[in-house]
């Protein structure tokens, strides 16, 4: 591969921005544009990055052995954010944790490092917004609640949520970012339910039945990725 790529789509996973960052810190270069792949063609100059679980591991792991846990974490934080260009300040936050270990989270005087604080900051307080509010309606006996968060929220909602043990049966569903919570008898889990085909037209009751059904025949499943800790949550 040619080292003059500065343009570089993924899958919109994390496990898939990991390896564009370890794609980027190979070839030593600085991502002029990080995207989503979609449905359009791309350019000649464009390198779609394919995801390895293993590589996306390696350098979770990596990060947090040669920088910290709170360096990890804030890169998996960030990715959560609706920060514009999250993509390429996560790749040269991780670059410079490589270069320079655990100091990089600390240095406020990085005004990069201080807009991704800021959004992170921002991430917590529309999670707890939204948790305080929480007023979910019963469908069906599921307990259903619909949101529209700015950021990627669930996964930091979900520990909170779960720990109201009188919902059982319970759906949170995000509809801009095309995501779900859901618990039932046997698990819980979030759910990328994009591949679903919903019709926003319908009642928001049908709508969640649609999603419950969906998820109770474990089509979601297929082809799915495995999880490894927090590795595999989707950009909005």
Not at 104 to 115: G, H, L, P, S
Not at 149 to 172: A, G, W
Not at 186 to 202: C, G, Y
Request: net charge neutral.
């Amino acid at each position: 591969m040619s080292g003059t790529y500065r343009r570089f789509a993924y899958d919109g996973t994390y496990e898939g921005l990991l390896c564009v960052a370890v794609k980027c810190i190979n070839l030593r270069v600085v991502p002029e544009l990080i995207m989503v792949a979609g449905g359009t063609a791309y350019s000649h100059d464009v390198c779609y990055v394919r995801t390895d679980l293993d590589i996306a591991g390696k350098m979770h792991r990596f990060i947090g052995e040669r920088a910290c846990a709170r360096t990890q974490q804030m890169v998996m934080d960030c990715f959560l954010t609706a920060m514009p260009d999250k993509e390429k300040m996560i790749v040269s936050l991780i670059a410079k944790a490589v270069k320079f270990g655990a100091c990089v989270a600390d240095d406020y005087d990085d005004q990069m490092i201080r807009r991704i604080q800021l959004a992170i900051l921002d991430l917590y307080r529309e999670e707890q917004s939204y948790f305080m509010s929480f007023e979910p309606v019963v469908y069906n006996d599921v307990t259903t609640s619909v949101i529209n968060p700015k950021n990627i929220i669930l996964p930091v909602m979900k520990h909170d949520i779960l720990r109201k043990t009188d919902y059982d049966n319970m759906l949170i569903y995000d509809t801009r970012h095309h995501m779900v919570l859901y618990r039932n008898d046997e698990s819980n889990d979030i759910v990328d339910i994009r591949k679903l085909r919903i019709d926003p037209q319908n009642r928001i009751e049908v709508i969640c039945d649609d999603i419950w059904q969906y998820l109770l025949t474990g089509a979601h499943l297929n082809g799915r990725m495995k999880k490894t800790d927090r590795l595999w949550y989707v950009a909005g």
